[in-house]
Nanobody
Framework: QVQLVESGGGLVQTGGSLRLSCAASGRTFSSYTMGWFRQAPGKARQFVASIWRSESSAYYADSVKGRFTISRDNAKNAVYLQMNSLKPEDTAVYYC????????????WGQGTQVTVSS
């Protein structure tokens, strides 16, 4: 299993941008599908975006399509989430996750990074 550490969260105004980073340990990073999830207070965890091992395919929740972009750099063992046009409803703790092929729920998770969008 990889170990994941997120960074880049913070406070931003509506319409602003943030870039989240997730650093992964281990030599097999490129074999994992990577994803970003978020959880707002009192709400269930929500899928945000994922990217396939080869960087060729990415998927997004409808709520972030056109505003967020997931990318990865397998040489640096890192995955990123560029978030533009942020809205107050994007406020949540954002988690990086790694899926070896058995689903994110059984994969590795980071500790999370707080994103707060002020109105």
């Amino acid at each position: 299993q990889v170990q994941l550490v997120e960074s880049g969260g913070g406070l931003v105004q509506t319409g602003g941008s943030l870039r989240l980073s997730c650093a992964a340990s281990g030599r097999t990073f490129s074999s994992y599908t990577m994803g970003w999830f978020r959880q707002a207070p009192g709400k269930a965890r929500q899928f945000v975006a994922s990217i396939w091992r080869s960087e060729s395919s990415a998927y997004y929740a409808d709520s972030v399509k056109g505003r967020f972009t997931i990318s990865r750099d397998n040489a640096k063992n890192a995955v990123y989430l560029q978030m533009n046009s942020l809205k107050p409803e994007d406020t949540a703790v954002y988690y990086c996750a790694a899926d070896r092929g058995t689903g994110f729920d059984s994969g590795s998770w980071g500790q999370g990074t707080q994103v707060t969008v002020s109105s």
